[in-house]
């Protein structure tokens, strides 16, 4: 083989083996990239969040995720709803961190119970967590030996996850018995610490994260990868966004008051329509928001009966006191029963202007609505009781004639006689015939 020949072959080799080189020498394939699945918990602890996260986990054991990561923010939330979200993060196949960010946000009451059962427990800068005391969700005083049984039943189930994570038992039952809320700084300096590490964000995260040892609930072990991951991020659908903000115990408040305003708008003056059917959309959103809330019976029963109360002001005279009656029940049974989300608070600031705006609505709408029925009509045959017209011929008792009114003319009768031209209203309606009289005498109006 001559010089040119092998030269040749050599060249040709080389451009085989090029792209073979180039491929050892990239980054690993997206099918060697760890795979994590960020899901972010943004608001109230309730059915639908309890949804969204079982949603967010099943998406991740199915796609064999290294690691889900759940960004939480939350003033609070159910109980009920957080033990759903504990067991189903137990059960995960993979690690769950639960990163409590960005800076300046917080995981309070039902938050916290998340973070300490989580197998990697994240803060971020200038975050906090705690107070996690359980209240009252209908909003209705308890006695001591209660909220003391409900205090201790919250405190050992805390105490148990943060037994099961190596986590700082007694600062946990702490949150709880005594509603002790920890930064960042205090949460991580605790010994043993309440937390993991703090990381700035979810990149951030992840690079901390990977290579770690991550003992499960059960015991078991897992290294963490984490490096270069190629993210999947699982957001709300739009029905679990409808229903999670239907489910704010400020927003099932006005859908309340509003849909009881409008039905019984409707009732007082029957086909109107539009009052009705938005009155009954806002009721039966309302009964689904109070379905996945807890509701404050006494509250609502207030708020009915403070509509009431506002309508028979319009219709008994009272002097003012069904209305100063009604318009207090109805900001009582509002502040009663828009408690009703441990860990958050719907303030009296919002409450008493919304609840006095209905009454106002309420009162005014009503005048309006008796007004209308206290109309004359201005079509069909009632219309023409009362109306004034002219005689076109004479009209004896024993003699019909005919009228001028609005513009027809018509066959009528009169009781009186009545000479031509002489000005008559009607009296009543038979059939086609008008019975009338002159115009300035006294008249009873009807219809045969």
Same mark, same amino acid.
């Given at each position: 083989?001559?010089?040119? &020949?092998?030269?040749?072959? $050599?060249?040709?080799?080389?451009?085989?083996? *090029?792209?073979?080189?180039?491929?050892?020498?990239?980054?690993?394939?997206?099918?060697?990239?760890?795979?994590?699945?960020?899901?972010?918990?943004?608001?109230?602890?309730?059915?639908?969040?309890?949804?969204?996260?079982?949603?967010?986990?099943?998406?991740?054991?199915?796609?064999?995720?290294?690691?889900?990561?759940?960004?939480?923010?939350?003033? +609070?939330?159910?109980?009920?709803?957080? !033990?759903?979200?504990?067991?189903?993060?137990?059960?995960?196949?993979?690690?769950?961190?639960?990163?409590?960010?960005?800076?300046?946000?917080?995981?309070?009451?039902?938050?916290?119970?998340?973070?300490?059962? &989580?197998?990697?427990?994240?803060?971020?800068?200038?975050?906090?967590?705690?107070?996690?005391?359980?209240?009252? +969700?209908?909003?209705?005083?308890?006695?001591?030996?209660?909220?003391?049984?409900?205090?201790?039943?919250?405190?050992?189930?805390?105490?148990?996850?943060?037994?099961? !994570?190596?986590?700082?038992?007694?600062?946990?039952?702490?949150?709880?018995?005594?509603?002790? /809320?920890?930064?960042?700084?205090?949460? #991580?300096? /605790?010994?043993?610490?309440?937390?993991?590490?703090?990381?700035?964000?979810?990149?951030?995260?992840?690079?901390?994260?990977? =290579?770690?040892?991550?003992?499960?609930?059960?015991?078991?072990? &897992?290294?963490?990868?984490? $490096?270069?991951?190629?993210?999947?991020?699982?957001?709300?659908?739009?029905?679990?966004?409808?229903?999670?903000?239907?489910?704010?115990?400020?927003?099932?408040?006005?859908?309340? @008051? #509003?849909?009881?305003?409008?039905?019984?708008?409707?009732? *007082?003056?029957?086909?109107?329509?539009?009052?009705? %059917?938005? =009155?009954?959309?806002?009721?039966?959103?309302?009964?689904? /928001?109070?379905?996945?809330?807890?509701?404050? @019976? @006494?509250?609502?029963?207030?708020?009915?009966?403070?509509?009431?109360?506002?309508?028979?002001?319009?219709? %008994?005279?009272?002097?003012?006191?069904?209305?100063?009656? +009604?318009?207090?029940?109805?900001?009582?049974?509002?502040?009663?029963?828009?408690?009703?989300?441990?860990?958050?608070?719907?303030?009296?600031?919002?409450?008493?202007?919304?609840?006095?705006?209905?009454?106002?609505?309420?009162?005014?709408?009503?005048?309006?609505?008796?007004?209308?029925? !206290?109309?004359?009509?201005?079509?069909?045959?009632?219309?023409?009781?009362?109306?004034?017209?002219?005689?076109?011929?004479?009209?004896?008792?024993?003699?019909?004639?005919?009228?001028?009114?609005?513009?027809?003319?018509?066959?009528?009768?009169?009781?009186?006689?009545?000479?031509? +031209?002489?000005?008559?209203?009607?009296?009543? %309606?038979?059939?086609? @015939?008008?019975?009338?009289?002159?115009?300035?005498?006294?008249?009873?109006?009807?219809?045969?």
């Amino acid at each position: 083989m001559t010089r040119m &020949a092998r030269s040749r072959v $050599a060249i040709l080799i080389g451009c085989c083996l *090029w792209p073979e080189l180039l491929l050892a020498q990239s980054p690993r394939s997206t099918a060697d990239r760890p795979r994590v699945v960020v899901a972010e918990l943004d608001g109230i602890i309730h059915p639908i969040a309890a949804e969204y996260v079982d949603e967010a986990i099943a998406e991740a054991d199915a796609s064999g995720a290294d690691a889900v990561v759940i960004v939480l923010r939350t003033p +609070g939330g159910l109980l009920d709803s957080t !033990r759903d979200i504990v067991t189903r993060m137990i059960a995960s196949r993979a690690p769950v961190i639960v990163f409590v960010g960005p800076s300046g946000a917080r995981a309070a009451s039902a938050g916290f119970i998340l973070t300490i059962a &989580a197998d990697i427990a994240v803060m971020a800068p200038g975050t906090h967590i705690g107070a996690a005391h359980p209240v009252s +969700g209908t909003g209705q005083p308890t006695d001591t030996i209660t909220a003391t049984k409900a205090a201790e039943d919250v405190a050992a189930y805390v105490r148990t996850l943060a037994e099961a !994570r190596k986590r700082n038992v007694g600062l946990a039952a702490e949150a709880v018995m005594k509603s002790r /809320a920890f930064t960042d700084t205090e949460a #991580l300096g /605790a010994s043993p610490p309440l937390i993991d590490f703090v990381a700035q964000d979810v990149p951030d995260l992840l690079r901390k994260l990977d =290579g770690r040892t991550v003992r499960r609930f059960d015991g078991r072990t &897992a290294v963490v990868r984490a $490096a270069d991951a190629a993210i999947r991020t699982v957001a709300m659908s739009q029905r679990q966004r409808f229903l999670s903000a239907i489910a704010h115990p400020q927003i099932a408040y006005l859908l309340l @008051t #509003l849909g009881i305003l409008g039905l019984t708008v409707e009732f *007082w003056n029957p086909g109107a329509i539009v009052p009705g %059917v938005a =009155g009954g959309v806002c009721l039966l959103l309302a009964f689904f /928001a109070l379905q996945v809330l807890p509701v404050n @019976t @006494t509250g609502v029963l207030l708020i009915v009966f403070g509509l009431a109360l506002l309508l028979l002001e319009l219709k %008994v005279p009272s002097f003012g006191a069904l209305g100063i009656g +009604g318009t207090v029940s109805l900001v009582i049974g509002s502040v009663m029963m828009t408690r009703t989300v441990p860990g958050v608070t719907v303030p009296v600031q919002f409450v008493v202007p919304v609840a006095l705006s209905v009454a106002g609505i309420s009162l005014f709408l009503g005048r309006l609505a008796l007004q209308a029925q !206290r109309q004359r009509p201005v079509t069909g045959v009632n219309a023409l009781i009362g109306r004034q017209g002219r005689a076109r011929t004479a009209l004896t008792p024993d003699v019909a004639g005919q009228i001028d009114l609005q513009g027809e003319i018509w066959r009528a009768v009169s009781a009186v006689s009545i000479n031509a +031209g002489d000005p008559v209203r009607v009296l009543a %309606v038979n059939g086609l @015939t008008l019975s009338v009289a002159p115009a300035g005498a006294s008249t009873r109006q009807g219809v045969d």
